[in-house]
């Protein structure tokens, strides 16, 4: 299936909100680690999104979301390159066994209360910069 820009930049845009309310309702059902796996997901696919407004090709096919960011040339504040180094790792720790155990252990309802904030805030700040443009 062959789509344009747009129908791309709004399928990444679409699908980032739906896994955006996986994420919560993950969250309401105590699967911490999977909501913040889910999380991932969300930043990612907004900054893909963003990736094909400016630069008008394809998103690489990664999952590192500084690199995608710093590939974009966003002006992030050290607070913010330092959460999306921690969101990354949600993406590896819930994936791979040998992350996944001490992962868990970590994912408290604090834990994920405070990264599903930090979420929140990168996804709207993303949103904001794609309706910019």
């Not at 845009?13 to 996986?22: A, G, H, M, P, V």
């Not at 930043?43 to 998103?59: G, R, S, V």
Request: net charge neutral.
């Amino acid at each position: 299936m062959h789509m344009d820009k747009n129908e791309l930049i709004k399928y990444w845009i679409r699908t980032s909100e739906r896994d955006y309310n996986t994420m919560l309702n993950l969250y309401e059902s105590k699967d911490y680690h999977w909501s913040l796996f889910i999380g991932h997901l969300v930043i990612e696919k907004l900054l893909k999104a963003l990736y094909i407004i400016d630069m008008h090709e394809n998103p690489p096919r990664i999952h590192d979301l500084l690199r995608i960011a710093n590939m974009l040339n966003l002006e992030t504040t050290e607070e913010q390159r330092d959460t999306l180094d921690l969101i990354t790792t949600f993406n590896i720790s819930a994936r791979y066994p040998d992350y996944k155990q001490s992962f868990y252990k970590i994912c408290t309802r604090e834990y994920a209360e405070k990264n599903i904030k930090k979420i929140k805030e990168l996804r709207e700040w993303l949103l904001s910069m794609i309706n910019q443009r």
